[in-house]
Structure formats: C-alpha cells, structure tokens
C-alpha cells in the first residue's frame, strides 16, 4: 500500500550574503575612502594610515602585546609573547643596519641617521623605562596596545589612553626642568660610531640571542621538568579545489590566530618599509601633541618645550594651529581603525567593558604613569625599544633593562592586589 509523504519545506539557517560579506565590505569601504582622501591632502598620509592600519592588523591578529610579553614571564613563566618580540627585534636590526648603512655609509664621521630612534642615555632613560613597565602592568597594556584594543572594542583602554594623554600632559608641564637638568647634558651612544656598523648588528643580533636563551632559561626554571603531554589535532581535509585554497588562506589570515613569532616579524617588516622612506614607529609623540592640545583648549597650555629640534624619537611636540591630520595621527588612527577592522573580519568585535569598577581605576592610574614614563623616556615600547634596538642605540637597551625592573615591580603589586 501507498503512502503519502508530504515534504515540508525547511527554511534555511544560513545567514545571507548580504549579512555575511555586508559589515567587512563596508568597513574596507570606508578604510579605502579615507586612503584616497589622505592621498589627495598628502602622499604620506596616505602612507602612514596604510602602515597603521597593518600594524593594527598585525597586532590584533597576534595579540602581540609588550605588556604581556614581561608581565607573563613574571607571573605565569611564560616566554612565548617574548620569545616572539626578540625574533622581530632580530630582524629590525638586520632591516635597520642596512638603511642606515645606505643614509650614512660611514658611521664614524659624526653624523647620526636623523630619523633613527637615536635618543640621550641618562636617569630619564632609566626613570622612564621603570615607570612605563611598572605602569603598563598595572594599566594592562602598553600604548600601543592600548589603541589596538580600542580599535577591538575594549573601553578600559580608552580610560588608559586617557590616562596615558594625561601624563603626557604633565611630563610636558616639567619637560623643561629635566632638559636643563639632564637631558640637555645627556650622550647620544651610537653602537656604530663606536664599532662600525658589522660589530654593532653582530653585537646587537648576539645580545637577542642571548636574552632568547635567557628567556627559555626563565620558562624552564619555573615550569621545572614538567612532562609534555602532544596534542593531537585534527588535520583539515585538504582544499577540493582553487576557491577553496583562497579561502584557507583567507582564514588563516583573518580568522585564525597568528603566533607571536609571525606578529613581531610582520611588526618589524612594517617598521622597515616606513623607516625606508620615512621614520621608523612611534605613537607617543602624537599622543602627547593631543593632550598639549587638550591643554590649549581648556586654557592650561604647557608653552615652549626647549630642546626638542635636537631630538628623534616620540619627542613631545606642540600643537602650532596646523590641521590635526599629520603623519603621525593617520598612523595612531590607522592602528586603532586596522584593529577594529581586523575584529570585523574575525567576527570578534564587541563592545567590552572591564567587569569591575577597579579596572577603570587601575587603567586610569596606570596610564597616568605609563605617560609619564613614556614622555620622560622619549618613547613607549614601540617608540624607545622595538625602534630603538633596531636603530643600533644604546639608549634602547638601558631603556628595555628598566621596562623589565618596573614590569617586575608591577607584577608584584598585582599579584597582592590582583
């Protein structure tokens, strides 16, 4: 006997194109109108928002953090972020020499490459190292990965960029005291002058490697002698065809976390192709010429700084009435705008806020002091150290030994006041 069947139809659960591709499409949209506007105003707008907006790519991507690269091996043992940070650090280096090699072939004539992160060596080197690392732990994140994390939607970073623009602001009201008092009086050491340009990159890729070793020696040393367990994963089955092979690349780029390692050789490439042309990374300056502006706008400007044509660097600078669309705002603006796009296309922006009423606290307080730090050291940690070792200056190192003592002190405080 016969049965009927009668097939009910189903309707389909998978979203439509339009939702799918329509939020990516409209935000790359928008980051190419804003390209060829800024190419119309100026070439190097145009650039430094490309720059910026790979290198907040690359950052949300990797969530290649300074911060978490010495506060996890402080407080977790844990050396992957750093281990990652020192192998681009490599490859600036090798980058770096051979740009500066070609602007100034010969190293001992007395001239310095002038864009290079080539900065005085003294107490504020010092100073501003130890607090920028202790108040980056406890605000928890650097400057620049503050902005990538304002770009993922996070508002406590907002309350640290905030921060951050207010100790800016002060470091400026007391900006000319430290230049009379030691920063005018400070050496610039450049490794090349005192060794030629083959002893400075083999000393500098050496010391790299040594500070790599000394991190796994750090890792093992904690950890002990822990058995390592293999993980076994599940291979994907191979492309079926072209479109396929695109879209798996496609999804390791957007979509899949990259390591450490890949983020920090991507971070240094970027930093070579700009100081090719341009200067090498900086985003402190910039977000120092913002709180001297705020300053001028609520009538408690800061005045003539003395000193700083002499300086490279994330050298605070004042607002002088000119557009607020520079090089360098395109850039911190890339960077924030890279990262939110980079989050649209993995499908993980959301609008985030810390879970207790401290965390605004600790932001605000930590970036007070990370700006004060990083205006007083000429630098954040992409500024005066992933720029700075590279440029083959001393101050870079004196500046990364002092970051790890104040990272060291903040992991303290947090482990009592977690």
């Known amino acids: 006997m016969a049965t009927n069947v009668q097939t009910l139809a189903v309707p389909s659960t998978s979203p439509s194109p339009l939702r799918t591709w329509g939020p990516t499409l409209a935000v790359v949209g928008v980051l190419v109108v804003v390209y060829l506007a800024a190419q119309a105003s100026s070439a190097s707008q145009a650039v430094f928002w490309a720059v910026g907006l790979g290198v907040g790519l690359v950052l949300q991507?990797?969530?290649?953090?300074?911060?978490?690269?010495?506060?996890?091996?402080?407080?977790?043992?844990?050396?992957?972020?750093?281990?990652?940070i020192i192998v681009g650090l490599i490859v600036a280096t090798l980058g770096f020499g051979m740009v500066m090699a070609t602007v100034i072939p010969n190293p001992g004539s007395g001239v310095l490459p002038a864009d290079a992160h080539i900065l005085p060596l003294g107490p504020a080197?010092?100073?501003?190292?130890?607090?920028f690392?202790?108040?980056?732990?406890?605000?928890?994140?650097?400057?620049?990965?503050?902005?990538?994390?304002?770009?993922?939607?996070?508002?406590?970073?907002?309350?640290?960029?905030?921060?951050?623009?207010?100790?800016?602001?002060?470091?400026?009201?007391?900006?000319?005291?430290?230049?009379?008092?030691?920063?005018?009086?400070?050496p610039?050491?450049?490794?090349?002058?005192?060794?030629?340009?083959?002893?400075?990159?083999?000393?500098?890729?050496?010391?790299?490697?040594?500070?790599?070793?000394?991190?796994?020696?750090?890792?093992?040393?904690?950890?002990?002698?822990?058995?390592?367990?293999?993980?076994?994963?599940?291979?994907?089955?191979?492309?079926?065809?072209?479109?396929?092979?695109?879209?798996?690349?496609?999804?390791?780029?957007?979509?899949?976390?990259?390591?450490?390692?890949?983020?920090?050789?991507?971070?240094?490439?970027?930093?070579?192709?700009?100081?090719?042309?341009?200067?090498?990374?900086?985003?402190?300056?910039?977000?120092?010429?913002?709180?001297?502006?705020?300053?001028?706008?609520?009538?408690?400007?800061?005045?003539?700084?003395?000193?700083?044509?002499?300086?490279?660097?994330?050298?605070?600078?004042?607002a002088d009435g000119a557009s607020w669309f520079t090089d360098a705002f395109m850039l911190n603006a890339g960077i924030v705008a890279g990262a939110f796009a980079s989050a649209v296309f993995a499908r993980e922006f959301r609008i985030r806020a810390p879970r207790s009423p401290r965390r605004?606290?600790?932001?605000?307080?930590?970036?007070?002091i990370m700006g004060y730090g990083a205006?007083?050291?000429?630098?954040?940690?992409?500024?005066?150290?992933?720029?700075?070792?590279?440029?083959?200056?001393l101050n870079g190192w004196v500046y990364a030994i002092a970051l790890a003592g104040g990272a060291f002190l903040g992991v303290q405080v947090i482990k009592r006041f977690p």
Request: charged share 15%; proline share 5%.
């Open 375 to 393: 205006g007083l050291g000429l630098g954040c940690t992409l500024g005066a150290f992933f720029s700075a070792v590279p440029s083959l200056a």
């Open 188 to 318: 610039f050491v450049w490794l090349p002058q005192e060794f030629g340009y083959a002893v400075a990159i083999v000393l500098t890729v050496v010391l790299l490697a040594g500070a790599y070793v000394g991190v796994l020696s750090w890792e093992r040393r904690v950890a002990g002698n822990m058995p390592v367990i293999p993980i076994k994963r599940r291979e994907p089955p191979p492309p079926a065809s072209v479109s396929d092979d695109v879209r798996a690349v496609g999804r390791r780029i957007f979509k899949q976390e990259w390591t450490p390692v890949v983020g920090a050789t991507s971070l240094a490439l970027l930093n070579i192709l700009l100081f090719i042309r341009y200067r090498p990374l900086g985003v402190v300056g910039e977000v120092s010429r913002w709180a001297n502006d705020v300053g001028d706008a609520l009538g408690a400007g800061v005045g003539p700084l003395r000193g700083l044509a002499d300086l490279a660097g994330c050298a605070p600078v004042l």
């Open 360 to 368: 605004y606290i600790q932001s605000l307080g930590g970036g007070v």
């Open 61 to 84: 991507r990797s969530r290649l953090c300074f911060t978490s690269a010495f506060r996890d091996l402080f407080l977790l043992g844990q050396g992957r972020t750093a281990r990652g």
């Open 125 to 131: 080197t010092v100073l501003g190292g130890l607090l």
């Open 133 to 186: 690392g202790f108040g980056m732990v406890i605000a928890g994140g650097c400057v620049s990965g503050a902005l990538y994390r304002m770009g993922e939607g996070y508002l406590g970073s907002w309350v640290a960029i905030g921060g951050v623009m207010l100790g800016l602001y002060l470091l400026n009201r007391t900006w000319n005291w430290w230049w009379d008092n030691s920063i005018s009086m400070d």
